[in-house]
């Protein structure tokens, strides 16, 4: 049974409320949570000169700032706080508040907790954003408002009284916002899963726990899509509190989504061929049919095979920019894992000249040079991880004897520029980094949109 969101209004009228990071996520919610008569205080390692206008803006709504280095240090005296989501709940500053008696929580598990229609919740370590787009679009067609959130699309805390019970909501959930979460959505959906964000998760096993939560506090009446190929997600099964959907590229499902033959199936009927999907790609045949699978219920087959042939894919996921003097340009900034690099550079017919390279997120690149060496034409690396992607590669070219030369570069200009210098005619460069970006740029997006800017800029 949903709460009732006049309970949260009436428990934070008046509360000292924290909000550590004032991120894009949590801006909106410091403006609720005023709305609501909260007394708030906002802590980020920013400076006020960094924040600018920002600070300026909250100041003047009356909001505390607690600013610099050692902003928590002062966390403490807090009724309620909200976390940002990469912000581990055994951290010492959060252990600390609650030991003074602080509710800790964050912006998505309120959401979740609050919202009043049905909630789809997508995760894994790969194919969440494009799985998340397809299910917003298929309740779209099908005529529901339909709301999407989580890691993309808008913070949707701020937005909960416009949001009606006949209406649905999809979340993309990554594992840091699922980390900490005691709700889980009423339709959920793992995708897959292998090893990712290792740099912030003790181990696997952490990471493997915290994606469980989007089904652990599900009733009977919940629903869980998970990948029957994948040995994580399939073994998953048995602790379902409700009922399991399964999906699988490799088997027939009587009572599942499948694929044989090029024609995707759901609950054994023929819904579509492989050749009218728009974007490309077996991972995307998968991720399709996670989605048919979770709203079979709720969509028709026709739109279903509306969306399949329409829906042109996310921004920054293998998406193509130009093609200049012969060469293709792709721009698969999202890919920031080995394998959802794999995935994209197995949709191409031919070797292609990959940039990659970024942030350490601690993953071991070992699968991506063993099962990707032979999509590969050349490789331009950059970032951090540039001279640990060049040992796991050059390690496989020498076992292999293989030709693929590797470029060091400093920025995502020079690696541009290298590949315009080493590609021929009917070439494709795809920036596929296989890392996170945090090492050169706030996110993946700005990291997209500049090699975007690069790639419509040469002449």
């Known amino acids: 049974m949903k709460k009732d969101f006049k309970e949260f209004k009436e428990y934070i009228k008046g509360k000292k409320v924290a909000v550590v990071g004032i991120g894009v996520s949590n801006r909106p919610l410091i403006n609720s949570l005023l709305d609501l008569g909260a007394e708030v205080t906002a802590f980020d390692k920013k400076t006020e000169e960094k924040l600018g206008e920002l600070a300026e803006d909250f100041n003047k709504r009356g909001v505390k700032l607690i600013l610099g280095e050692d902003y928590l240090d002062k966390l403490t005296g807090f009724q309620v706080v909200f976390k940002t989501p990469s912000m581990r709940i055994d951290n010492e500053a959060l252990l600390r508040a609650k030991k003074g008696g602080a509710y800790i929580t964050s912006e998505m598990e309120e959401f979740v907790k609050y919202c009043p229609c049905k909630i789809y919740g997508v995760t894994g370590s790969d194919g ?3 799985t998340t787009s397809i299910i917003y679009n298929l309740l779209k067609t099908q005529g529901f408002t339909t709301w999407v959130g989580g890691n993309i699309g808008t913070p949707l805390f701020s937005k909960i009284e416009e949001i009606k019970p006949d209406h649905r909501v999809v979340l993309e959930l990554s594992s840091f916002q699922l980390m900490t979460m005691k709700v889980s959505p009423e339709i959920s959906i793992v995708t897959n899963l292998s090893p990712n964000h290792l740099d912030i998760h003790k181990d696997m096993e952490e990471y493997i726990d915290a994606k469980k ?11 869980l899509i998970l990948n029957r190929e994948n040995e994580i997600t399939n073994s998953f099964v048995s602790e379902a509190k409700g009922e399991v959907k399964l999906f699988s590229s490799k088997r027939i499902l009587k009572q599942g989504a499948y694929y044989k033959d090029g024609f995707l199936y759901v609950n054994d009927k023929k819904i579509c061929h492989k050749d009218d999907m728009v974007i490309k790609g077996m991972h995307n045949v998968e991720n399709y049919l996670a989605a048919f699978m979770a709203t079979a219920e709720e ?8 969306v399949f042939s329409s829906f042109k894919g996310v921004e920054h996921r293998n998406q193509f920019i130009r093609e200049f003097q012969g060469v293709k340009y792709y721009n ?3 890919g920031s894992s080995p394998t959802r690099t794999l995935a994209t550079i197995s949709v191409f017919e031919k070797p292609i000249i990959l940039i990659a390279g970024g942030y350490d997120k601690n993953i071991p690149f070992e699968p991506l040079a063993e099962k990707g060496y032979d999509k590969i034409k050349a490789l331009i ?10 040992g796991v590669f050059e390690k496989v070219i020498n076992e292999k004897e293989l030709n693929i030369p590797i470029y060091i570069v400093n920025s995502l200009e020079e690696a541009v520029n290298k590949g315009r210098e080493i ?7 795809v920036l596929s980094p296989a890392c996170a970006s945090f090492d050169m740029f706030p996110n993946f997006e700005v990291r997209g949109n500049k090699f975007k800017e690069i790639v419509e800029n040469l002449k």
């Not at 939560?213 to 629903?223: P, S």
């Not at 969509?299 to 509306?306: F, G, L």
């Open 381 to 390: 690396l950059l970032g951090v991880t540039k001279d640990k992607i060049r």
């Open 128 to 130: 969440k954003t494009t």
């Open 213 to 223: 939560n989007i089904f652990k506090y599900q009733n009977e009446e919940g629903l």
């Open 332 to 334: 698969d900034s999202i």
């Open 423 to 429: 590609s021929s005619q009917g070439d494709s460069i």
């Open 299 to 306: 969509v028709s087959e026709d739109n279903m095979r509306k």
